[in-house]
């Protein structure tokens, strides 16, 4: 079943990107805009615009969080190896807001995690050709995640060993 998933998804996908990118250079060859909800001078509606922008943001805002839990757990792992008695790095604190469950709050988790977002944010306003960096780095993400993770989690679930029948 995963498998399926995964392979619907992984085509749907592709056939929307390589519709976007195909179309996009047939049209306009290499004058294709970077922004293709602005980039032919459509600006009206202006609200289908702001809510087409919204949820890239979301979209990209999701796709952040789980591109970096790896560099979270890796640097909070090595942090606390390195200090095991600091109370910053190691001490949860809980705390209660009216109308909210109690929630517990790790100060270096807070402090680590802001200033990696405020400083990728930052890089990032830094390229003059972020679309082309971001593309380059969506692809050589997307194999990985899209594809071998997906295949590699199937594998040990099922128990299935390396060149076997139902490997190949």
Same mark, same amino acid.
């Given at each position: 079943?995963?498998?399926? @998933?995964a392979l619907i998804a992984?085509?749907?996908?592709?056939?929307?990107? #390589?519709?976007?990118?195909?179309?996009?250079?047939?049209a306009f060859g290499d004058? =294709?805009?970077?922004? #293709?909800? =602005?980039?032919?001078?459509?600006?009206?509606? *202006?609200?289908?615009?702001?809510?087409?922008?919204?949820?890239?943001?979301?979209?990209?805002?999701?796709?952040?969080?789980?591109?970096?839990?790896?560099?979270? @757990?890796?640097?909070?792992?090595?942090?606390?190896?390195? *200090?095991?008695?600091? @109370?910053f790095v190691n001490n949860?604190?809980?705390?209660?807001?009216?109308?909210?469950?109690?929630?517990?709050?790790?100060?270096?988790?807070?402090?680590?995690?802001?200033? *990696?977002?405020?400083?990728? =944010?930052?890089?990032?306003?830094?390229?003059?050709?972020?679309?082309?960096?971001?593309?380059? #780095?969506?692809?050589?993400?997307?194999?990985?995640?899209?594809?071998?993770?997906?295949?590699?989690? *199937?594998?040990?679930?099922?128990?299935?060993?390396?060149? =076997?029948?139902?490997?190949?």
């Amino acid at each position: 079943m995963m498998k399926k @998933a995964a392979l619907i998804a992984i085509l749907v996908t592709t056939f929307f990107y #390589l519709c976007c990118a195909c179309f996009g250079y047939a049209a306009f060859g290499d004058d =294709t805009p970077g922004n #293709l909800l =602005t980039g032919f001078g459509f600006y009206e509606p *202006y609200w289908l615009i702001d809510f087409a922008n919204a949820c890239i943001v979301l979209h990209l805002v999701g796709g952040y969080q789980v591109y970096s839990q790896p560099v979270f @757990a890796v640097a909070e792992r090595w942090f606390s190896k390195k *200090y095991p008695n600091s @109370a910053f790095v190691n001490n949860f604190y809980s705390f209660k807001i009216p109308m909210f469950p109690r929630f517990q709050v790790n100060p270096f988790r807070l402090c680590f995690r802001t200033v *990696y977002v405020i400083s990728t =944010t930052r890089i990032a306003m830094l390229f003059p050709y972020f679309n082309q960096v971001l593309g380059v #780095l969506g692809a050589l993400n997307f194999w990985p995640l899209a594809i071998y993770f997906p295949v590699e989690m *199937y594998f040990v679930q099922k128990k299935i060993g390396t060149w =076997t029948k139902k490997w190949i």
